[in-house]
């Protein structure tokens, strides 16, 4: 390490309730907030599905006034978030806002508290180049994430992640005053998530916790001014420790539960991982997979997942990331083999220091036997992608800046179609 150097890295998190029956006490937190008048955002699914009723009623024995929205769209675009800022801005003023849902709904909240205490638009706040990335002027409302999904860790994290509807392209806002003040995971409210969306999620949760283990370390770069830095610092040893335990409750919980989503064991690993994982990821970042993602689920044209909403195409977040993760960490490989190994140690502890056949090959394979298991599509053209799509998905890719640059390897274009067309068909 020279000395100009990066020597500091920064860590930070959300206060967190966890455990069944801790979203029957978010009264008790809004109380200590001062909060009389609440915004509770979620989605159509999981209103139907009773979890946010549930909230809104204790709220309103405890004399809270509860005003519940679900404008909430699975994958959020420009367009639904405009739409639930507006309604909103009707409805207000609130004094908090409390999310229930996926991360769908948990990043819509995001974006609403945004909006009703800054000004100007959504593409102010959009990270460059695809928007101005302005920071927020003023402090946001207190905001309780209460996640009925374990994957994508949006309860611990600075991002809000959003479709641009008019550029075809997934991307974000990320600031310090959008992470949650206050996550709250219960476990009991995950039990009716689908077995399809159950295996998308748990796939974001193993490449949220695999992307920041393998990042870039946080040593690695020049050193920065305090006000320069970011919360994507990369790989450091606080965030070290979250990742490694959310892939070992993975590597004992992760197949459990696709199979048998009443197993209230395995729901409670998950759930733990999923935050475990955020606690990660949301201070050291990701990378590869994820800047992949954003285009392929951006990108869609007829493809439907299994136990999600049929009435538009979509590539559900965690799949999408997960079709280009083996690829991606087979690239990454030599950046830092003893970490890709180790990573391979925490999925499959039985066979540690045991592997067969090439080291590089190890966690890819890992990867997709654990992809093959669970039901996930075989790849990039089983999702609707071909050749003639790659250097389309390639441009999307490399708008994603503020991750590939938590990469451990320089990001070139031929790298990253490279990636893309050796995904394409995964196996037979």
Request: net charge negative.
């Amino acid at each position: 390490m020279s000395d100009s150097s990066e020597t500091v890295f920064t860590y930070a998190s959300p206060r967190l309730r966890f455990g069944p029956g801790a979203a029957d006490e978010v009264w008790h937190d809004l109380t200590q907030l001062g909060a009389r008048r609440v915004l509770v955002v979620t989605d159509p699914g999981v209103h139907a599905a009773g979890g946010p009723d549930r909230v809104a009623d204790q709220l309103r024995t405890h004399g809270i006034e509860a005003v519940v929205h679900d404008t909430a769209h699975v994958e959020p675009t420009d367009a639904s978030l405009a739409a639930a800022v507006s309604r909103a801005r009707a409805a207000g003023p609130f004094d908090a806002v409390v999310a229930i849902g996926g991360g769908s709904s948990i990043d819509t909240a995001k974006a609403v508290d945004l909006m009703l205490t800054n000004p100007g638009d959504l593409m102010d706040y959009v990270n460059v180049p695809i928007g101005a990335g302005r920071p927020p002027q003023h402090p946001l409302l207190p905001l309780i994430a209460v996640p009925t999904t374990s994957g994508t860790g949006a309860e611990s994290t600075t991002i809000c992640v959003l479709d641009v509807l008019a550029l075809e392209v997934k991307t974000g806002i990320s600031h310090e005053r959008l992470r949650p003040t206050l996550a709250v995971v219960d476990p009991s409210l995950m039990v009716t998530q689908p077995r399809g969306v159950t295996a998308s999620a748990g796939m974001d949760i193993l490449c949220h916790a695999l992307e920041s283990w393998t990042a870039r370390p946080y040593s690695a770069v020049p050193r920065k001014t305090p006000d320069q830095r970011v919360p994507y610092c990369g790989a450091n040893p606080i965030a070290d420790l979250w990742s490694e335990r959310a892939l070992t409750l993975l590597a004992r919980a992760f197949r459990v539960v696709v199979r048998d989503g009443q197993d209230e064991a395995a729901r409670a690993d998950m759930a733990l991982a999923a935050t475990f994982a955020g606690l990660g990821f949301g201070n050291a970042g990701v990378h590869v997979p994820h800047a992949n993602a954003y285009p392929v689920a951006g990108r869609v044209r007829d493809f439907r997942p299994r136990d999600y909403p049929q009435d538009e195409p979509m590539v559900p977040h965690g799949m999408a990331v997960a079709l280009t993760a083996p690829e991606a960490f087979r690239w990454t490989f030599d950046a830092n083999p003893e970490r890709h190994l180790a990573a391979a140690g925490f999925l499959d502890p039985a066979r540690r220091g045991q592997w067969e056949g090439e080291p590089r090959d190890v966690l890819p394979g890992l990867l997709l036997d654990l992809m093959r298991d669970i039901g996930l599509p075989s790849g990039l053209g089983a999702v609707g992608y071909d050749e003639t799509d790659v250097d389309a998905l390639v441009d999307g890719s490399l708008k994603q800046q503020r991750l590939l640059a938590t990469s451990p390897k320089a990001v070139t274009e031929e790298d990253l179609a490279g990636i893309f067309r050796r995904s394409l068909r995964l196996w037979d």
